[in-house]
């Protein structure tokens, strides 16, 4: 019985992996682009760790997932798809190569490790998604990583409900702002982002993932003030959580 952890080089797949040791796998499967990284995860925990890097926004990588998996056929008990990136910036001051890229990783690349690995999963196996709080509204200056994340909350829900009949739970994280290296990448030259009312920790953020999977739920909000959040943009007219959104940024 094994677990593969995409984008275990950091942020919320390497604290998966940590959350993980000890849960009984026989092996955890990480996967991202730095092999370095993830070298180091076997220092980390006590669970057999399995490097398999590559680069997901490439398709023709998942190959080597694929093959290995038709190979050696394992159980997989856990998915994390926890591989993805943001920028920060309006959206033609950006290269359209970076917004499709991002789409290529945080869409495509998660649909795909769906595909390659639920044939090798069992009733009580599970799937986390990586989703965010701003799947629940449109964000300027953070449009198209706003978009893709509203895709895996809805790509998540329904997959849930029809993998239900084999035992599988499928869960949407969505974490609210939280120290990771994604803000090294997202906001690394513009400083468009100034605010940000409050902040998640990984850890708890990976352990109410847990707990939510475990009791049924499909969606992983972290707090209640975050709930509230994710209520208010789902009800209010979008027109008016874009404006409070953009006046908080001082857009």
């Known amino acids: 019985m094994i677990a593969i952890v995409t984008g275990a080089s950091s942020g919320f797949g390497q604290e998966f992996v940590k959350q993980f040791d000890g849960r009984g796998y026989d092996e955890i499967w990480v996967i991202a682009r730095r092999e370095d990284r993830l070298v180091q995860l076997k220092e980390i925990v006590s669970t057999p760790i399995r490097p398999v890097p590559m680069d997901l926004s490439d398709m023709d990588s998942l190959s080597k997932l694929k093959d290995l998996l038709e190979k050696e056929k394992p ?20 290269t359209l190569d970076n917004a499709l890229n991002m789409i290529d990783l945080n869409d495509k690349a998660l649909i795909s490790l769906c595909y390659i690995v639920i044939p090798y999963m069992k009733e009580g196996s599970e799937i986390y998604n990586i989703a965010s709080s701003s799947a629940f509204q449109p964000v300027p200056y953070i449009g198209v990583y706003a978009a893709t994340k509203a895709f895996v909350l809805s790509f998540s829900r329904s997959l849930n409900q ?24 997202a906001d690394k030259k513009n400083g468009i982002i100034t605010y940000y009312n409050f902040y998640t920790e990984k850890t708890q953020v990976v352990s109410n993932s847990i707990k939510h999977i475990q009791k049924g739920k499909d969606v992983s909000l972290t707090s209640l003030r975050l709930k509230l959040q994710a209520l208010a943009a789902t009800i209010l007219p979008k027109s008016l959580v874009m404006k409070i959104w953009l006046n908080s940024q001082h857009l």
């Open 162 to 185: 029809e993998l239900k009949k084999k035992g599988i739970r499928v869960i949407a994280v969505c974490p609210h702002w939280t120290k990771t290296e994604f803000f090294d990448r």
């Open 75 to 94: 159980v997989v008990h856990a998915l994390v798809n926890a591989s993805g990136f943001g920028y920060f910036n309006a959206f033609t001051d950006e």
